[in-house]
């Protein structure tokens, strides 16, 4: 005899075989799903190396299953895999080069989960590449580009060789010849020259055409970890 889940399982499986029809018009779920007493976040979009990613979660108040079987018939084939982990309840498929997948959880008053789309970054020219500031030998280990069309900050880290002195001076170096100048200069700070190595560098950062920069260092046993936040507009 089947267990309740493994009939919930084949139901919610079998349904799916023959959810909506395909479409090639791109899925807003909020806009698909909006049933009374669903209540979805805003979206949530971040630009990662190669890859795009936009999450939004909801609420609502019916089971998962349920919640499932309606995210399912409006997705237009897009989530056409069923699994259990845990208590957690997953549907996945994709669509082209997009990845989508819905985690559903339930709670006292239904369900609450989020639906979330992986796909391939568009190739975009960036006026600002904070590899340039960084010293020779660099390795970038995380970059991270904000799409608020207000302010797409972007964050970017870098692991550098050398020790801080030297981060420090080659940093300070690269970022006056690119035409950056200190926000706010420190007491005892004046004249920001690559040789003032003895001068802490300075977080906070202006240029005319490119908007604010902070610089963070920190130094490890064998490395120095450089992080740089752009803001490319002026906050009024």
């Known amino acids: ?5 493994q009939v919930v399982t084949w139901w919610l499986g ?9 479409s090639a018009q791109p899925w807003d779920p909020a806009r698909t799903v909006a049933q009374p007493g669903w209540v979805w976040a805003g979206l949530q979009r971040l630009d990662l190396p190669q890859v795009r990613l936009s999450v939004q979660s909801f609420q609502a108040p019916v089971p998962p299953p349920e919640a499932a079987r ?19 309840l997953l549907l996945s498929g994709g669509r082209g080069t997009e990845h989508w997948l819905a985690q559903l959880q339930p709670q006292a008053a239904g369900t609450v989960g989020l639906v979330s789309r ?13 590899a340039v500031l960084a010293p020779p030998g660099s390795r970038r280990v995380l970059q991270v580009q904000g799409r ?15 020790t801080l002195v030297q981060v420090v001076v080659a940093v300070r170096r690269a970022l006056l010849a690119a035409g950056w100048s200190v ?54």
């Open 148 to 162: 608020a069309a207000a302010d797409p900050a972007s964050l970017s880290s870098f692991d550098c060789p050398g």
């Open 183 to 236: 926000a706010e200069a420190p007491a005892g700070a004046a004249g920001h020259d690559a040789a003032s190595a003895a001068v802490p560098l300075p977080t906070d950062w202006r240029h005319p055409g490119d908007g604010r920069l902070s610089v963070h260092l920190h130094a490890r046993r064998q490395s120095v970890a450089l992080t740089f936040w752009h803001h490319p507009q002026e906050p009024s």
């Open 1 to 5: 005899m089947m267990r309740p889940r």
């Open 118 to 130: 992986l796909e391939p970054a568009v190739s975009t020219a960036v006026r600002f590449d904070p």
């Open 14 to 22: 079998a349904l799916l075989s023959l959810s909506g029809p395909v």
């Open 70 to 88: 309606r995210l399912a018939a409006g997705a237009g084939r897009r989530l056409t895999r069923l699994q259990w982990v845990g208590d957690m």
